[in-house]
């Protein structure tokens, strides 16, 4: 990539070797010569598009940038001592990968566990016979052409053979718990469908992968901020293919990976993996990684949040926020207030909370958290209808009227009944765009300032701290948009989170002063912005002006919000998709993973994917979101 830093030879060598140090000051000439002979040795052993990597650098005596992506070149010299760094103390491939990635000289290592300072000169031609592996650091690019994930795993190695899917295919799940088992069941079930989609006996071979074994370590189905989403992917060349997970929401990502690198193959009539054997050990950059949708300006049938939820974990997201009333319309029918409700655009507009409860625990079979917002003191106009006693009057309804118990009574019963419809442990209560010429235009809130001594502002306050207090006091923790940061500063619990939208740089701030911090920069973060191009989705990093590491923890993620001003079930996946994507592999994969070039190919893969399984992602190379197709062709090249 361009845009990242070339590393000279001698960076990637050993401090200790001193006289080839010495050949590279004064010969540079002949050390390029040397690697380009090197180069071309590389072209039987590692394919093209490796050799293709190290001659670019030969000429300006560079190498490819630091990575955590390798590829396996099989029977490699074991020893090749004059390019070893040292043995790293073990055989286990993915612990050699962290070694690795982790040493500054190192660009790859053995199967017996050599670490190697290089890999192109006299390893890949002395001892062929030996039967060790090489794995060799590579670039992004080399792994994008080969692996056309989204999002890209965080490690990789792969081969080039390509294996058919055996004939009796079948998943196979090693499971600690009946819970385990029926969640799993229930996964497989659902990607067996994803893969072998159509209609013929295409799976006709006898031979190739027999089957995926899956083991899950964890007995826990807890779905939380904290929940470990990692695996490792084994694919063979041939046999039984192996998935370990720590989770079951770990290894439905596997699973997610799995079904990406299937792809049917219409000569031979059968579904085959390319570049096998293939090596995935992966895990997200971020725990948080979501996508908000806006269920109050216009309402969003069952079916479509199913859907949303679905399109979601096909790109590795975990975080459904739920912006489910606001001023528009209040869609919730609830127990304990069911005059809330009335604030609804119909009958026919609403949500029982039997259908928030299965859309909670249908999220959850899909690794998909449900973080309900229900924004106040602004916001809320649309709780006047069934509640006036709460607003400050009929003609100026907004925001609610903090002067008055009743409105508290009905937030804490909203709440009470809400945390056994939605299981997370955090609610976002809000606390944006307040506005409050309605407090002081109102005599009795005014009144009720005066004798308080209180401005406008610390009504707001006053309002914020009391709906923060309940929500902890029932056992919830909260999230609330940046505003309350912005004019409270750090007056909140510690384990507050604040979601930012109006300035990126108020991230820097939040996590400066101890909290965590989600980003939606609403510039480039907002899929109500029509036109934000995937591009600039995908350059927005959470850790931008962010370089302390203990600060950058508390950076959680990011979310990408849909707000339903003009988007309702008619378009509201091709507003979302496949810019969405864009954010998920940044919330995903690993930093350096950011050439647009190399995203933009597996991009047109991902969003033929979507539009297979039923996702209407508008087409890739739109200049504004959710435009029909220009003209006749292939999804893979609009």
């Given amino acids: ?70 590829l396996r070149v099989d029977s490699a010299d074991a020893t090749c001592h004059g390019a070893d760094l040292h043995h790293g103390g073990t055989t286990d491939i993915p612990k050699l990968k962290e070694l690795c990635s982790n040493h500054e000289a190192c660009v790859g290592f053995n199967s017996r566990g050599m670490l190697k300072r290089d890999t192109s ?118 046999g039984v293919a192996t998935l370990s997970a720590a989770t079951v929401f770990g290894a439905r990502h596997g699973l997610e990976t799995f079904s990406q690198l299937v792809n049917f193959d219409l000569e031979s009539g059968r579904y085959v993996i390319a570049n096998t054997p293939i090596e995935i050990a992966d895990r997200p950059r971020f725990a948080h990684r979501g996508t908000m949708l806006d269920t109050s300006r216009h309402y969003h049938s069952l079916a479509t949040i199913k859907r949303f939820i679905r399109s979601l974990s096909y790109a590795k997201l975990n975080v459904f926020h739920w912006h489910i009333v606001d001023d528009q319309s209040f869609p919730l029918n609830l127990n304990t207030l069911p005059n809330l409700v009335k ?138 948009w940046e505003e309350v940061f912005n004019h409270f500063g750090g007056e909140l619990d510690k384990d507050t989170i604040f979601q930012v939208w109006l300035s990126h740089a108020t991230a820097a701030k939040i996590v400066a002063d101890g909290y965590q911090c989600i980003l939606s920069n609403s510039d480039v973060w907002y899929l109500d912005h029509l036109t934000v191009t995937w591009q600039q989705f995908y350059a927005n990093d959470p850790y931008m002006g962010i370089t302390n590491p203990t600060q950058q923890k508390l950076i959680l993620g990011g979310e990408t919000c849909m707000w339903s001003e003009t988007v309702d079930d008619s378009d509201v996946f091709n507003t979302v998709w496949p810019r969405a994507a864009a954010a998920a592999e940044r919330l995903w994969s690993a930093a350096t993973v950011k050439d647009t070039d190399m995203f933009e190919k597996r991009l047109h893969v991902f969003r033929c994917l979507l539009t297979r399984r039923g996702i209407g992602a508008a087409a890739v190379n739109n200049k504004k979101a959710r435009m029909p197709p220009p003209q006749p062709g292939s999804c893979y090249s609009q």
């Fill in 121 to 238: 000169v006299g390893c890949q031609d002395n001892d062929l016979s030996d039967g060790a592996e090489l794995y060799v650091r590579v670039d992004e690019s080399a792994v994008a052409d080969q692996i056309g994930l989204v999002p890209l795993p965080m490690s990789a190695s792969q081969g080039t053979t390509t294996v058919s899917l055996a004939t009796e295919f079948t998943f196979k799940t090693k499971f600690t718990s009946e819970d385990v088992r029926e969640f799993m069941d229930t996964a497989t079930a659902e990607y067996f469908s994803l893969i072998f989609t159509h209609v013929s006996n295409a799976r006709n071979s006898t031979s190739g992968i027999t089957s995926l074994n899956i083991v899950v370590e964890s007995t826990s189905l807890d779905l939380s901020l904290s929940t470990d989403e990692s695996y490792k992917l084994s694919i063979p060349s041939s």
């Fill in 343 to 480: 604030g609804a655009f119909s009958s026919q507009e609403i949500y029982t909370a039997e259908d928030v409860a299965h859309i909670v625990a249908y999220a959850k079979l899909h690794g998909v958290r449900v973080i309900p917002e229900f924004d106040t003191p602004g916001h809320a106009t649309s709780w006047c209808t069934g509640h006036p006693e709460i607003c400050p009057s009929a003609s100026c309804r907004g925001p609610l009227n903090p002067a008055t118990n009743a409105t508290f009574d009905v937030i804490g019963k909203l709440i009470s009944e809400c945390k056994t419809l939605f299981t997370d442990e955090y609610f976002h209560l809000g606390g944006d765009e307040v506005h409050a010429s309605c407090w002081n235009s109102t005599a009795s809130i005014a009144s009720w300032m005066k004798e308080k001594g209180f401005s406008t502002e610390d009504a707001y306050k006053y309002f914020v701290a009391i709906t923060h207090a309940t929500a902890r006091s029932l056992g919830r923790k909260s999230i609330h």
């Fill in 1 to 70: 990539s361009s845009d990242l830093p070339s590393f000279k030879l001698e960076d990637w060598l050993d401090a200790s070797s001193s006289i080839f140090l010495w050949n590279i000051a004064l010969k540079p000439t002949a050390v390029s010569a040397q690697i380009s002979v090197a180069c071309s040795k590389m072209v039987a052993a590692c394919g093209v598009i490796l050799a293709a990597i190290c001659l670019a650098g030969a000429g300006a005596t560079t190498f490819p940038p630091k990575s955590d992506h390798f």
